[in-house]
């Protein structure tokens, strides 16, 4: 049974916030959760739980796989429980990529972009200050707990809560994290509209949500490692802001550590790229065979040929 539910804010206010603005509002409030319960996670095993005594020392963490799959499944949920939030006002992009891909193939109206994205950016902003308010304490006693090198008294290990940065084995190289970053974002937004596509095995609306949380969790799993699968410019780009004004400085912008620099426009380019060419690749190998079989009008099963004149 429906119970109806009062607004908080006047009707004549509340009108306004029917159209773009409301949208934008939900889009804040999904990164917002994405981002808190995102880094949050990483929060927790980097920070949290060697200064809460439960791994070996202060500043024990990833001795083991069990280390990377809380962090995996910590954005998954994040994922999950964003869309859940923001779906049904915006649609829940909650990623730049999301939102130019959509633009570009979905019909999302290109005057919605920036205002979206803004909104995005926004909210992982707020979202990352939430968790940094959180485990202020934590963090603080781990980067004084870390050896050198540090950078106005903070460690690499204690930014990764909030951004990313590329592996060492890259050597300070440019093309392995975009590449890396073009083509997890490409998984995500092909995932994204093969999940969604009424026209193809779509999952029930209220499921949604939890398979594309999964597609994070496989490319976490799949793709995490080179460059810590960003995969969404306002979730790098906000973080990466609060920490520049909290004192990690040239570790955020411009995004210079041990052995990279310049690298803060990767997370921003690699996923804009990558999400387009994610909806242009479902388009050209599952969309156009999809419209093709509706204008024909006969649905063969899938993985089944059409009949023959003769029966056969």
């Known amino acids: 049974m429906a119970v109806e539910i009062p607004p908080l804010i006047k009707p ?37 739980l060697p200064g809460s005594g439960r791994t070996e020392s202060p500043t024990t963490i990833f001795l083991a796989a069990g280390d990377w799959l809380l962090i995996a499944w910590g954005w998954a949920f994040a994922v ?7 779906g049904g006002v915006s649609g829940a992009h ?7 891909a959509f633009a570009v193939r979905r019909k999302f109206p290109w005057v919605k972009v920036l205002p979206y994205w803004l909104s995005q950016v926004v909210g992982a902003f707020a979202g990352a200050a939430l968790v940094l308010a959180v485990y202020h304490d934590a963090i603080t006693a781990f980067d004084a707990a870390s050896k050198p090198p ?32 073009i083509v997890g974002t490409a998984f995500l937004v092909m995932l994204v509209v093969a999940l969604i596509d009424l026209r193809n095995t779509a999952v029930q609306a209220n499921l949604g949500p939890l ?66 060419v994610g909806v242009l690749v479902y388009d050209l190998f599952i969309g156009d065979v999809l419209h093709a079989r509706a204008e024909l009008g006969e649905l063969p099963e899938p993985g089944r040929t059409r009949s023959t004149t003769d029966g056969t």
Request: aromatic share 16%; with cysteine.
């Open 12 to 48: 004549s206010t509340l009108r306004r916030r029917g159209g773009l603005l409301g949208e934008c509002m939900a889009e804040f409030l999904g990164t917002f959760v994405l981002i808190s319960f995102g880094c949050g996670s990483v929060a927790v095993a980097v920070a949290g």
């Open 80 to 86: 999950v429980f964003g869309i859940y939030v923001a």
């Open 94 to 100: 909650i990623n730049p990529a999301v939102t130019l």
């Open 150 to 181: 540090k950078t106005n008294g903070h460690t690499l290990a204690s930014f990764s809560i909030f951004a990313t940065f590329p592996a060492p084995y890259f050597h300070g190289g440019v093309w392995g994290p975009l590449v890396d970053q």
């Open 211 to 276: 398979l594309i949380g999964f597609a994070v969790a496989a490319i976490g799993i799949s793709f995490g490692s080179n460059a810590g699968y960003a995969i969404n410019p306002a979730r790098d780009f906000g973080p990466r802001l609060l920490t520049w004004l909290a004192g990690w400085q040239s570790l955020a912008f411009p995004g210079d550590g041990p052995w990279f620099s310049n690298y803060f426009w990767i997370p921003i380019v690699g996923p804009l790229i990558g999400g387009v």
